[in-house]
């Protein structure tokens, strides 16, 4: 079955605490992104990767890192989580075509006490 | 700026048909995609326009104008587990190699028995 896997689903941390959120799919697509969802600010792109070994920022990526070491896997890593981190996180997987649909991952609920 | 505008909320009947708006102001244009996002669950792809008109999915339908900035989704036959929020999302042509979205808040509509 064609999927974007995250792992954990939910997290409760401290500030301060690093923390890796893995994502990886196996539709062999190569952009892949991290969004993160807040309401009232909806889905806000944090980091993308356009394949292995290439990555750049996206909206707001301050406070994060991603690393991109094989085209199946994107995880976003927080070195020093603060509460305002906590959100819904999304990693999404593009196949690029004429419509380049993104295919969601089941979400990441982080709390950062 | 880029931004795009939809209604906050919706409420509608089982069994009737209800169009939710969406209006964008972006400095390109290379696509417009809807999304449904059940509560807490990940958005997932419902249509894409790139040119002018109707497109037609089953019970979903969805409209573009391009010279107005203006597109609508279209949900016939209304079922309880239409009840979601609908996220329009506009590809701007200008973002380079990044395949980033620009996202509408959502619209979160609620079917009423």
Redesign the interface.
């Known amino acids: 079955e064609a999927q974007v896997t995250q792992n954990p689903r939910y997290l409760i941390t401290v500030t301060g605490k690093k923390l890796t959120v893995t994502c990886s799919q196996n539709m062999n697509h190569e952009y892949m992104s991290w969004y993160r969802q807040d309401p009232g600010l909806g889905l806000r792109q944090i980091y993308y990767s356009m394949n292995v070994e290439v990555t750049d920022k996206g909206d707001v990526p301050e406070g994060y890192k991603v690393s991109r070491k094989e085209k199946r896997n994107f995880p976003l890593i927080l070195e020093s989580p603060s509460p305002n981190q906590t959100s819904l996180y999304f990693c999404a997987s593009t196949r690029q075509g004429a419509t380049d649909t993104q295919y969601f991952g089941p979400g990441t609920r982080l709390t950062v006490l | 700026g880029q931004n795009i505008d939809q209604p906050t909320e919706m409420t509608a009947t089982e069994g009737a048909i209800v169009q939710i708006n969406c209006t964008y102001q972006t400095s390109g244009f290379n ?1 417009l ?1 809807w ?1 449904q996002q059940h509560a ?6 419902l249509s ?1 326009n ?1 040119l002018d008109g109707l497109e037609e999915k089953g019970r979903f339908s969805s409209f573009l104008s391009r010279s107005k900035g203006y597109s609508y989704l279209l949900l016939k036959e209304l079922q309880m587990k239409d009840s979601a929020s609908y ?1 329009c ?1 506009v ?1 701007d042509q200008w973002a380079g ?5 620009i ?4 619209t979160s509509l609620a079917v009423n028995p």
């Open positions: 696509g995609f999304y807490g669950e990940a958005p997932t792809f894409y790139v996220l999302a590809r190699n990044n395949r980033k979205l996202w509408g808040l959502g």
